[in-house]
């Protein structure tokens, strides 16, 4: 019963209930035997604050990308409130609900507590309690159940690369791709971002040399498509849209295959098919040029290739009536949208964030950028906005050569493929079909549930099985966890100073997250176990390299091993002989000097003249930067255009946006094209557990039509089985009107296989388990809106 408390008693009473009265649930596989005690947590604790005296020590939310800034509420060493930093201009004194129920992440019974090593098969929980001493040397030296790394890399002839890893987003993540990636020296990185925003930004890039910032609070008209900001980020950019839509200054046209919160605001919702929103932007800039609606002074002076652009679109008549019949909007609409486009003063065509909707992805973020350009709004107030960051000095690395490492050859069928972040896809499904020109036998995972998160997981599953040595550094017991050999538990984002950053591109900012207590139970922060993992490993993986490297042996000869050892990086460790607070200092005096400093110590945030600039306006709400000090406009000569890309041609891919057959929306009879999305009160499968979050969003249901529904008996709460090539889950009804009687939908994040995971375990569906393996041709990105499945009621 205590899993089941709601939120609201939660927040009435204390947090012991899921602190303390998890204890009982603490008895799992992932412990040897007995109750634990939960170190450094009083018997009794409560949300609610005091009027004593306590600290307020600023912070930067880790519960999703946007980062906001914060200040924990700390009474006896217990964190009894989280409030927003009125200083931050990214966050504005605002934080969501989900930024509000961090403290849970913090004090979640389920939290892993210390390092484990498994004693079972791998996905049945089953692990020892071990010191982290113990546990390294198990990732060095294995156990009779699983390898460690220096006897597969004494049988790889010290091939760094048959390590791969993993990275989830956040303030630690460089620190992890410097141990994995220039100190112990694989090229075998898939990041996040390939299963997110990978097209999106090498779209933009390719296109107006930035992603950029869409100044929302002085557009005035919008085209809003691969977003819903209603329903999936909550932050003052997503007020700045919303505030100023149905008829108060920002007409708001929304493309989405559902009616969503987002199209309930908007001036007009466009059903668009899914994967169409391609044929539907040349269709505009069809109507643009034709009728010469373009911005013909910057298109003049910027553009790079705008003539064959428009003879490519003239030629291939990507006409409105065109673009009807595979769109589902009508041709009126697309020549209505594209004349109040380009007769706003500031108009934006938003950039998107969210995963790759279809193989065309690259080409339609390429369209959409050059649309964009054709109104002239780029770099300008109200528009795309290039911005200028406020530079830190740049942290230096001693990096070993290592010339047995082989190179990385996930770029099979990938065009550009981005040699930092890889493809998830093509990688992991080279490896499972032995198409890899060498093997791959360990895993670094942190922060990252790539079970629940990449497309298929059957496939993701033998992957990790394939291995001989999978480690996870992480909060939570993932369902990646159960397949690891080695756990390290991870810090929570309150328990833990990070890497200062720089923010922003309009009013930029540095910020710094700073511990606002010590890390509870046997946890670490991530820096620390980098270091100390790197001191294990040091020493054991050189002697590997002098066996097999020649070129190693030859500067030995010349001059001495342990010269070499200590002056060519082979000292793995050395990156983070300071601690965190210490390089934040470093490097901060050395940009902005001491008083900058002691402001970011303070306050969590600097920026030049904080103390003159910011000013309260009214209670909730604060001027950062004076109007003519916003980076509005900066002056670049790099400002382009780049309408035909003619690098792109020698990849093998299209220099200009094209359509093709193949991307046409199709369903056969009898199936479900499935939809997949995100939710504001969830960051993908990272908060499912989070108990005053699930009070807020119980389960996630499959959207049917409501007449597809009536026909099959389908009713609200009945129990559907929806099947695809990959898999099948089982997952509550929700018919409405708000989707295409071919077309269905389920929120992701939801679905946790791990029964450690208390309060998300079989709760809901995992999109992941249905989503086929298919991949765009540019990036390899996971394609999430082509698969098609099939639904009963059981």
């Known amino acids: 019963m205590q899993k089941e408390i709601s939120r609201r008693r939660f927040l009435q009473g204390s947090v012991a209930l899921s602190v303390i009265g998890g204890s009982a649930l603490a008895e799992t596989h992932l412990l040897p035997s007995g109750k634990e005690p939960l170190s450094r947590i009083p018997e009794s604790i409560t ?73 079972g098969k791998r996905g049945d929980g ?16 294995g156990t009779r159940l699983f390898k460690g790394l220096k006897e597969i890399l004494d049988e790889e002839k010290d091939n760094r690369s048959t390590i791969a890893y993993c990275n989830g987003e956040g303030l630690s993540k460089e620190g992890f791709e410097s141990l994995m990636g220039e100190k112990i020296g694989t090229v075998n990185y898939v990041d996040e971002v390939s299963i997110c925003l990978e097209t999106v930004l090498g779209g933009y890039f390719a296109t107006i040399g930035t992603y950029g910032e869409a100044d929302l609070g002085h557009a005035d008209y919008l085209v809003i498509a691969g977003a819903n900001r209603a329903e999936a980020i909550i932050t003052p950019d997503t007020l700045d849209l919303f505030k100023r839509s149905e008829g108060r200054g920002l007409k708001t046209i929304v493309l989405d295959p559902r009616f969503t919160n987002t199209a309930a605001k908007a001036d007009r919702w466009y059903a668009v098919n899914p994967g169409t929103d391609l044929a539907f932007v040349l269709a505009l800039t069809h109507v643009v040029l034709t009728e010469e609606l ?189 397949f690891a050999d080695v756990i390290l538990p991870e810090a929570s984002y309150l328990e833990k100073t990070s890497p200062v950053t720089s923010y922003g591109l309009l009013e930029p900012a540095i910020v710094q997250r700073k511990a606002a207590i010590k890390p509870l139970y046997e946890t670490k922060v991530p820096e620390q176990i980098y270091k100390e993992l790197a001191t294990v490993l040091s020493k054991p993986l050189f002697d590997i390299s ?190 409405t009107e708000k989707i295409a009687p071919n077309q269905v939908f389920m929120a992701h994040g939801f679905g946790s296989m791990n029964p450690e995971m208390t309060m998300s375990y079989g709760n809901g569906a995992n999109d992941a388990i249905l989503l086929e393996d298919i991949h765009e041709p540019v990036y390899g990105a996971a394609v999430m809106n082509e698969t098609n499945v099939e639904i009963r009621k059981v």
């Not at 600290?55 to 914060?70: D, T």
């Not at 705008?306 to 291939?316: A, C, G, V």
């Not at 070993?400 to 896809?425: C, N, T």
Request: net charge positive; aromatic share 12%; glycine share 6%.
């Open 47 to 119: 949300t609610k604050t005091s009027t004593k005296q306590a600290q307020e020590v600023p912070f930067l939310c880790g519960i999703c990308v946007n980062k906001c800034a914060g200040f924990a509420r700390v009474e006896d060493g217990i964190i009894t409130k989280l409030d927003p930093n009125p200083y931050f201009p990214k966050s504005r004194n605002m934080l969501c609900a989900r930024g509000n129920a961090g403290i849970q992440t913090t004090y979640d019974p389920d939290r892993l507590k210390y390092p484990l090593v498994r004693i």
């Open 126 to 141: 089953k692990y020892k309690r071990v010191s982290w001493e113990e546990a390294y040397d198990a990732i060095l030296n």
């Open 294 to 482: 373009y911005d013909k002074t910057f298109v003049a002076s910027h553009a790079v290739g705008f003539e064959s652009y428009k003879t490519h679109i003239l030629s291939n008549k990507y006409t409105p009536e065109w673009a009807e019949k595979i769109t589902n909007i009508p041709a009126g609409e697309i020549v209505r949208t594209a004349r109040e486009f380009m007769a706003a003063e500031h108009p934006i065509y938003y950039q998107g964030r969210r995963s790759v909707f279809s193989k065309n992805d690259f080409q339609l973020r390429r369209a959409m950028a050059i649309f964009q350009g054709l109104s002239g709004n780029l770099n300008k107030k109200g528009g795309i906005i290039y911005g200028e960051p406020l530079k830190l000095p740049e942290e230096e690395i001693s990096a070993p050569i290592y010339s047995q490492a082989k190179d990385r050859f996930d770029h099979e069928g990938v065009a550009i493929l981005s040699q930092r972040a890889g493809s998830w896809m093509v990688f992991r499904d080279m490896v499972v079909e032995k198409k890899s020109p060498y093997r791959v036998r360990a895993m670094f995972m942190r922060k990252h549930n790539p079970v629940d998160s990449v497309p298929d997981t059957a496939k993701t599953i033998r992957f990790l099985e394939g291995m001989d040595l999978n480690v996870i550094i992480d909060i939570l017991p993932s369902d990646s966890a159960m």
């Open 546 to 735: 002098k066996k097999y490297d020649k070129d190693l042996q030859n500067e030995i000869k010349n001059r001495g091993e342990q010269a070499v050892y200590k002056e060519d990086g082979y000292i793995l460790s050395d990156f983070w002989d300071k601690d965190v607070s210490e390089k934040n200092k470093e490097r901060m005096v050395k940009a902005f000097g001491e008083k900058a400093w002691k402001i970011l110590e303070e306050k969590g945030v600097y920026y030049p003249h904080i103390e003159q600039y910011h000013t309260q306006l009214n209670p909730n709400e604060y001027r950062y930067y004076p109007e003519n000090r916003k980076k509005y406009h900066v002056q670049t000569d790099a400002l382009k255009l780049i309408c035909d890309y003619k690098h792109l041609a020698a990849k093998g891919v299209d220099p200009m946006p094209t359509w093709k057959e193949e991307y046409t929306f199709s369903v056969p009879e009898g199936q479900f094209r499935l939809i997949t999305g995100r939710h504001a009160q969830f960051t993908q499968s990272a908060t499912t557990n989070n108990m005053m979050l699930r009070d807020l969003i119980p389960t996630n249901y499959l959207w049917v039509n409501q007449r597809v529904a009536r026909n099959r008996g389908i009713k609200f709460g009945d129990m559907l089985e929806v099947k695809s090539r990959a898999g099948k889950v089982t997952i509550k009804a929700y018919p």
